[in-house]
Nanobody
Framework: VQLQASGGGLVQAGGSLRLSCAAS????????LGWFRQVPGKEREFVAC????????SYADSVEGRFTIDTDNAKNEVYLQMDSLIPEDTAVYYC????????????????WGQGTLVTVSS
């Protein structure tokens, strides 16, 4: 499966951004899709995950209540709505997918898209 992320940019603290990730190449029924992020010099961090079929989702504690992950099954896209952004959210955000495993802080999904940079200014 190929993943194409978009939607990053520069936003002021307190603002919002919506990231998109288009999946192509094969059916992703029952797959897990989601987002990780990485700050240069730091380890990649789990952000959010959703099951394509059930819609069950999970979030990192650091974004719970501020970020929302959802899908458009007709378009084969997954989104990350990011509200109440803070400077600590600044990172490169990566879309990822896996046919078997829900994402956690220790998960390494099998498929990755290119990153999209999110910068939150104070």
């Amino acid at each position: 499966v190929q993943l194409q992320a978009s939607g990053g940019g520069l936003v002021q603290a307190g603002g919002s951004l919506r990231l998109s990730c288009a999946a192509s190449g094969r059916t992703i029924k029952n797959w897990y899709l989601g987002w990780f992020r990485q700050v240069p010099g730091k380890e990649r961090e789990f952000v959010a995950c959703i099951n394509w079929t059930t819609g069950d989702s999970s979030y990192a504690d650091s974004v719970e209540g501020r970020f929302t992950i959802d899908t458009d099954n007709a378009k084969n896209e997954v989104y990350l709505q990011m509200d109440s952004l803070i400077p600590e959210d600044t990172a490169v955000y990566y879309c990822a997918a896996d046919p078997w495993d829900q994402f956690t802080s220790t998960t390494v999904p099998n498929y990755w898209g290119q990153g999209t940079l999110v910068t939150v200014s104070s």
